[in-house]
């Protein structure tokens, strides 16, 4: 199994910024994609940013521009830079990862419990 475990969530000022940080541990044997989804209140689960295992990345339109995800691929760590933040980010983040636990096993999904970023003046 592979856990997740997200972290660097709260309350910020808007035009303030935040980092989110996602640690996968347990039985890893590779890490493709990884990713940050994001829920508001009454609304769908939708994908903020991704970025592959060579580092190409994919944004929401929404967030273009302001936020920037990374990886450590040492560290099993993704990390998502939210800058210029504004009210309608507000939501749960969730950390996703495809990752297999050994050489023969397929890939399988994987979701962090999520930490929740609150933007409010």
């Known amino acids: 199994q592979v856990q997740l475990v997200e972290s660097g969530g709260g309350l910020v000022q808007p035009g303030g910024s935040l980092r989110l940080s996602c640690a996968a541990s347990?039985?890893?044997?590779?890490?493709?994609?990884m990713g940050w989804y994001r829920q508001a209140p009454g609304k769908q689960r939708e994908l903020v940013a991704a970025?592959?295992?060579?580092?190409?990345?994919n944004y929401a339109d929404s967030v273009k521009g302001r936020f920037t995800i990374s990886r450590d691929n040492a560290k099993n760590t993704v990390y998502l830079q939210m800058n210029s933040l504004k009210p309608e980010d507000t939501a749960v983040y969730y950390c996703n990862a495809d990752a297999s636990t050994n050489p023969l096993a397929a890939l399988a999904e994987y979701w962090g419990q999520g930490t929740l970023v609150t933007v409010s003046e």
């Open positions: 970025i592959t295992r060579g580092g190409s990345t």
């Open positions: 347990g039985s890893i044997f590779t890490i493709n994609a």
